[in-house]
């Protein structure tokens, strides 16, 4: 592995062009990226269906938009993405560095992170949400960290860096900034959905003449085009967590330094 | 596996038939969007005037119904002509482009002619299918490596940011005492070419590192060279690197040298602590 040959090409970028860029990072790793897609969010999204079935009846009974219902589905989302998006951190963690991806060592990487996930993903992000979504805006990259970095839950005899004080070291002081990306990517994200679902909608109702029922709508529909943008957030995350640790630990000058060291060791061929 | 043949990245490399070479950075969708949201108000504003103008004159003499004609007309012509004229009398740009510094060209680089910026601007009737979400436009843009939509591909145009780069300038070193470290360093000692270009990066990026960071950077390569040219092993390696940055690309040893705090060792690293780890 040679850490300045990388897939993706690592520079200083504003949230428009890595929104761009995460386009040609799905097109580049389509293959395992859907499939991984497919095995994260199908059963979060089948048991969001099950669960709020009925809430959606009763409320389109009385309303024409319920709006109770895509509330919860909205918190239910929330808790589920880190969750359902971790294989495609994975994944885009080897496919930086050209690695090999295998499934079997994603899987074992996956459930090793499981407990970090579901205390900082899970448990103390969930209590934390009816705060102004602060997690969301403060430690955006958590996730990435606990998948890629893998640091320690607790410091232990060795006085190892622990997730949370490297998450510190991340976040700290760049609040503001965190906070505008996070906006953008959010407004990016609900004309998104909106226009994949109506699209969806409209397309079906000219090739296939079929009237798609409120129902349909958003059970189905809406809430496919809501995944479908969680998993391209999930793109987006990874490479605006990239750009922080370059612009904020100079990630990309470290990785050429460290490559430079294994060529001067003898251990890679020099680049001409 | 993956693909290893191309690199990802929104730059690309133009060739001109004298074979100057440039790089663009290709505009993405989400950034033109936002120039379009720029033009989609100013259109607004200009037909919702003219509108208003039309129907007020015509009104005033009775003829309510000619006003409308002629606000629908001005719809018409602003709606499918605002981009090609603009494009054309702007060499590629729009109001919207320059206020976010976009500008169409050709794919090779060269400015577009009237024909390219009307018809890409007539077909996007088409990228805006179905009903104006913009999907088949979206969905062209993520399958070309230049964001290219499909009016953009009938006329061989992209859409390029002018990204204002700095000039490129040497960077002077004067936060760090050099000499000591340089009289160490034996006169031939000198970096490889891409070791070069990497210490050229760290140098530029350094001052926005604190000097645990640089100690951590630096300390990859430093340690090597140390052990190459038997510097003691407590040498500062961010000295060092920028020991080989000068002598690699500045030719003028003589610059006057800032005095260190009083305490410090010159040749000494900082204490570095680690504040973070780096994957395996």
Redesign the interface.
Known sequence: MQL?Q????I?E?RL??I???A???????AGWLVLLWLLGVTGFALFNGWLLRETLVDELLFEEVPVGYWVLMLILVAIEAPFATAPLSLYL?K?MF?S??RFRAMLVELIRSMPQLVLYQGILRTLTMPFLLLPYWMMPYVGELIL????PMFRGKQN??TTNR?SR??HSNNGGELFGRWLLAMA?SIVLIL??G??IE??LM?LTSWEVSSTVQHLVIYPFALWLVVGWMAVVRFLSYLDLRIRR??W???L??????Q???GNIA??I | ????NR?????IRVVTPENIGFEY???????RL?AFLVDAIIMLSVVGVAGLVAMFVFGLFGVLGMGIGVAMVSWFLVTWFYGGVFETLWNGQTPGKRSLRLRVLRTDGSPIDAGQAVLRNFLRIVDSQ??N???TG?LS???T?R?QRLGDLACGTMVV?EDRSRAVRFNEINDVLLTPVDNMLPPGALP?R??A??IS??VD??R??GPA?RA???R??G???AE?YNLPPSVDHDALLCVLYRRTFLTSRDDEETVLESGSHPTLAPEAF???????
């Open positions: 300045d990388t897939r993706i090409a520079r970028r428009g062009e929104l761009g860029l386009l040609q990072v799905t097109r580049a790793g963690g496919m050209n090999d991806f890629l970095e893998r640091n190892r860096l490297r070291n991340l990016t226009a994949i109506f699209g409209v397309l000219q630990e100079g990309e000058v470290e050429a330094m460290r490559a430079e060291a060529r001067l060791r020099p680049v | 596996m993956f693909e290893k690199q990802i990245d929104s730059h950075r290709v505009a993405s969708p989400f950034e936002l179905p009903f979400t913009y999907l979206l843009t993520a399958v490596r964001y940011a490889s891409t070791l270009k990497a990066q760290y990026r350094r926005y590192f960071r951590e950077i630096a990859h390569v340690e090597v060279f190459q680690r504040e973070f780890e780096l994957p395996a």
